[in-house]
């Protein structure tokens, strides 16, 4: 038997301590878990959503493309549905947000209130050029967004959205 005995006092602090630890790991785990947990799921591949708008439909006025993906929040699915207002510059397919940087309103190509060749903002007069990007004087704060697209058997695929670099 050893000569160093445990006073009750030390033998409480040892126990409190081992206590609060497995407390504490048992708060903490499932904190680090809910963190890291989205970084390490897989992802299937491709961020990009096919659409049913042909390639060779596509001309130099935007026309609005409706595409719609997959969402999923936690444990809940929904199928979300998205606009694009998709045109070709030359050889190059353009596709923008429809969303006003003002205040999230949806924009509109040529509306009926004379604004030709421009994207409209009913909600506070915003305008936009072709290539999205805002009319000075107007209430905008920055250029509409772009979506990354690509072709897949004719048929045109939208991707996420990025800055816009048209302007």
Same mark, same amino acid.
């Given at each position: 038997?050893?000569?160093?005995?445990?006073?009750?006092? %030390?033998?409480?602090s040892y126990t409190l301590?081992?206590?609060?630890?497995? $407390?504490? &790991?048992? $708060?903490?785990?499932?904190?680090?878990r809910f963190a890291l947990? @989205?970084?390490?799921?897989?992802?299937?591949?491709?961020?990009?959503?096919?659409?049913?708008?042909?390639?060779?439909?596509?001309?130099?006025?935007?026309?609005?493309?409706?595409? /719609?993906?997959? %969402?999923?929040?936690?444990? #809940?699915? &929904?199928?979300?549905?998205?606009?694009?207002?998709? #045109? !070709?510059?030359?050889?190059?397919?353009? &596709?923008?947000? @429809?969303?006003? !940087?003002?205040?999230?309103?949806?924009?509109?190509?040529?509306?009926?209130?004379?604004?030709?060749?421009?994207?409209?903002?009913?909600?506070?007069?915003?305008? #936009?050029? !072709?290539?999205?990007?805002?009319? &000075?004087? /107007? @209430? @905008?704060?920055?250029?509409?967004?772009?979506?990354?697209?690509?072709?897949?058997?004719? #048929?045109? $695929?939208?991707?996420?959205? !990025?800055?816009?670099?048209?302007?």
């Amino acid at each position: 038997m050893s000569n160093n005995r445990v006073s009750r006092r %030390q033998f409480l602090s040892y126990t409190l301590t081992g206590v609060g630890g497995f $407390m504490a &790991a048992g $708060m903490l785990m499932p904190m680090v878990r809910f963190a890291l947990d @989205p970084v390490l799921q897989k992802h299937e591949g491709g961020d990009f959503v096919l659409t049913e708008q042909k390639i060779a439909d596509i001309t130099e006025a935007p026309i609005k493309v409706d595409f /719609t993906f997959e %969402q999923v929040d936690a444990w #809940y699915k &929904a199928d979300v549905t998205n606009t694009a207002w998709v #045109y !070709k510059d030359g050889d190059v397919i353009v &596709a923008l947000s @429809p969303v006003c !940087k003002h205040l999230g309103c949806m924009v509109d190509w040529e509306h009926k209130d004379g604004n030709k060749n421009e994207f409209f903002c009913p909600c506070h007069a915003g305008r #936009y050029t !072709k290539n999205g990007g805002n009319i &000075a004087g /107007t @209430p @905008p704060l920055g250029p509409l967004d772009e979506f990354e697209v690509q072709e897949k058997d004719g #048929y045109l $695929m939208i991707g996420p959205s !990025k800055p816009n670099t048209l302007v």
